[in-house]
């Protein structure tokens, strides 16, 4: 809800009410636009006083020349670069007289019902829950004009903000080297910053890091996303932990290169920033040309990470999500991968999916080598032709074969990328992402297409739409196998190339856009070596991510843990592998590996033709219980429970929507010598209603589980897991 006060010193104050959090914003007498308040909720008064109260500082410019009037000091929601505040910006435009600083006066405002779709970028969207202000601020000299919108989500206890420039100057070009989606001034700096890090294999593992005077950020360069950083962040009091304390949190729906940045200033007050990286990237806007900025999710909460967590799980399965499946439930999949890599057969296909059916998977997926002469990765990517020879046949015949055992038929792409030894490269090589004249570097044997070229993104749609159009495919896995290198386009102008970062996202975006309205029953799951580009971008589109390539239980945890801060259940595909694992060779127990892969979409990534029969039988029960468990992980909240050995014990819980049945899942890794029994205590129970475990005779009531807690018993080996299943007792 949004609410408007007007006072008497020619001064408006909008307050942006969710359920539990307020933003205040304020447009001061001479047109400039502070924040002067965000946090926990409070009743819409004229709190001027915040910004009256700041005390001025030595060795600070006054601005508008007004005595003890330092802008640097005042909380700002889009702070400029070169005028009286000497932070870090949150926007940094270059005009045609070379100068660089921009003078933004608030012009204007619009209050409206239902946020609308950006154009060409991924929304956080709802007709029935979203409320809009967008404000309107202008360089009367520049002739620029900048519209921000912030966009409240009641219900769902969140914000977006985005921006948009328009050069209304008749005559000339206006560019810009920094556009930020959110910029959060907080007259305080006492936090710690907290992030998802890692590399290939080893994404999302949680960061903390204390702030401390100067500046902090992280961010990729490297045309997604990627693994070694994720584009969320959040500043948290000391103390927070699930439960309590104070998270300012930001996530970007975005894919492509991002910066999240803390700068503590000399005051020791604090900007947060996030956006499009800045590094290499420039955009030109002639006259009365537009530029969009993706969006960014704002949340509050004073009671923890927990509380984040389900706030944006809520927000995204509810606004972000493809409608049809939000809330569907997903198949448990069998992926030939690492089962087969490139060496497979039509025979060897149709037992591997067989024996899926037969232990309960719903769906079978062909991964990489069934197209043009695929049989290992240097070569044909771009020439999606089914290798014929290899099927046994056509495609189609051999998705009739798989579909008469019972099961749905999947398949894996890599649409964005072309291999040097393709009839595509050889036929367009200037499609591929290179600097004229310089050598243009491999990475899995692969080069990237340029998708900031219309032509190519055209390319793929329609070899996307016949594949789909002509065969019974009802799930597509979407890869991307390689970081850009090279960057550099043979279809933009010298003058456009730094562009090309951000036009490829763009292109990305038309693409999917395209296919994935084209074909609403097909389920796609995004894929970039596994995390590299796991982010709420590609989740608009594609309602689950391969979570990892490393499907090892023990390093999976860790990971599951880390993407749980932001990314629901429900978009975590999570699957049960083999051993020797494939990634770090260990050798957990079966039961291990079916409890950790319970945390999302499970599935299977084994070759069941060599399994023993005990683990097949394990695996067929472990199977039975998800489906009877599916919409609880799938549908449900998740809490990470506390207490534990820090990065020795994982426990996690789901509650079902109508809090009937609890699932709870507990791994220790390392078997801990002479230690007597430990309890498990959960968490968000109805502390008086009565709950049976594990279909056991004895009822316990919420309250004893939560403040005594489910024994753990006696470990007496390493990668030791239990699964509790609890009913709520009428």
């Not at 996202?505 to 995390?531: K, Q, T």
């Not at 801060?565 to 051993?579: G, R, T």
């Not at 039988?617 to 009877?628: A, C, D, G, R």
Request: one cysteine or more; proline letters at 3%; glycine letters at 6%.
């Amino acid at each position: 809800m949004i609410t408007l006060i007007e006072n008497n010193k020619n001064r408006k104050l909008f307050f942006l009410n969710t359920v539990s959090s307020t933003l205040v914003i304020m447009i001061h007498e001479d047109n400039y636009i502070f924040l002067p308040y965000f946090g926990a909720k409070i009743e819409a008064l004229d709190i001027d006083y915040i910004i009256d109260g700041i005390t001025e500082a030595n060795y600070m410019a006054d601005t508008d020349n007004k005595k003890k009037f330092q802008l640097e000091l005042i909380p700002q929601i889009y702070p400029s670069y070169g005028y009286t505040d000497l932070k870090n910006p949150a926007f940094h435009f270059v005009y045609k007289d070379g100068s660089r600083i921009t003078d933004l006066r608030y012009k204007s405002h619009n209050i409206y019902k239902t946020k609308k779709k950006l154009n060409g970028l991924p929304t956080v969207l709802s007709n029935d829950d979203s409320e809009v202000l967008e404000l309107t601020l202008f360089d009367e000299l520049k002739k620029v004009e900048v519209i921000i919108t912030l966009a409240v989500f009641e219900k769902h206890n969140a914000f977006t903000k985005s921006v948009k420039v328009i050069n209304k100057n008749s005559s000339d070009d206006l560019y810009i080297e920094k556009i930020m989606s959110a910029n959060i001034d907080i007259q305080e700096s006492n936090f710690k910053f907290i992030h998802l890090a890692g590399a290939w294999g080893r994404e999302c593992h949680i960061k903390r890091r204390r702030l401390e005077q100067g500046m902090q950020s992280i961010g990729s360069i490297r045309g997604a996303s990627g693994h070694g950083q994720n584009p969320f962040a959040a500043l948290i009091s000391p103390n927070t932990d699930e439960n309590n304390g104070e998270v300012f949190a930001m996530n970007f729906i975005y894919s492509g290169n991002f910066i999240i940045s803390a700068e503590v200033d000399m005051h020791l007050n604090t900007r947060f920033q996030m956006g499009i990286n800045d590094f290499d990237f420039g955009w030109t806007l002639m006259p009365n040309e537009e530029f969009q900025t993706p969006e960014a999710v704002l949340i509050y909460t004073n009671k923890g990470l927990g509380d984040m967590s389900r706030t944006f799980h809520k927000l995204y399965q509810d606004c972000l999500m493809s409608n049809k499946y939000a809330y569907k439930e997903r198949p448990i999949l069998i992926n030939s991968w690492e089962s087969n890599y490139f060496d497979f057969n039509k025979e060897s296909l149709l037992k591997l999916a067989e024996e899926g059916k037969n232990i309960g998977a719903e769906l079978f997926v062909l991964d990489d080598g069934w197209f043009g002469k695929r049989n290992d990765d240097k070569t044909s990517l771009g020439d999606w032709t089914p290798n014929e020879q290899k099927l046994g046949g056509s495609l189609s015949s051999l998705i009739d074969d798989i579909n008469k055992k019972g099961i749905s038929f999947g398949l894996w792409v890599e649409p964005e990328m072309v291999s040097p030894d393709s009839d595509l490269f050889r036929k367009h090589p200037e499609w591929a992402i290179q600097v004229n004249g310089r050598k243009i570097e491999t990475s899995r044997h692969q080069y990237v297409l340029d998708l900031s070229n219309p032509e190519v993104c055209d390319y793929i749609i329609n070899f996307m739409t016949e594949l789909l159009s002509k065969n019974n495919i009802t799930y597509i896995k979407w890869d991307m196998n390689r970081n850009i290198t090279n960057l550099g386009s043979s279809y933009l102008k010298a003058e456009r190339q730094k562009e090309q970062a951000h036009r490829y996202m763009l292109g990305l975006y038309r693409v999917l856009d395209n296919i994935v309205n084209a074909f609403p029953n097909v389920l796609f799951e995004s894929c970039a070596g596994g995390g590299g580009r796991c982010d709420s971008g590609m989740l608009y589109y594609m309602p689950q991510v391969w979570t990892s390539d490393d499907t090892d239980a023990i390093e999976r945890l860790a990971i599951q843990y880390g993407a749980s801060l932001v990314y629901p259940s429900i978009s975590l595909a999570c699957h049960i592998s083999d051993i020797p694992n494939h990634q770090t060779r260990r050798k957990e127990r079966i039961e291990t590996r079916a409890n950790v892969a319970m945390w999302g979409n499970l599935g299977l990534e084994l070759n069941l033709n060599k399994i023993s029969e005990e683990d097949k039988k394990v695996i067929s029960q472990k199977l039975k219980i998800y489906k009877s468990i599916r919409s609880t992980i799938q549908f449900g909240s998740i809490y990470r429970l506390k207490g534990l050995h820090a990065q020795n014990e994982y426990a996690w819980m789901h509650k079902s929507i109508d809090e009937e049945t609890i699932v709870v899942n507990y791994v220790q890794i390392c078997v801990i010598p002479n230690l007597v029994t430990k309890r498990l205590r959960l968490e968000a129970l109805d502390s008086i209603s009565k709950y049976k475990v594990n279909n056991s005779d004895r009822l316990y009531t919420g309250s004893e589980l939560m403040n005594v807690g489910l024994m753990l018993g006696e470990i007496v080996e390493d990668a030791f897991a239990i699964q509790w299943i609890i009913k709520k007792v009428n």
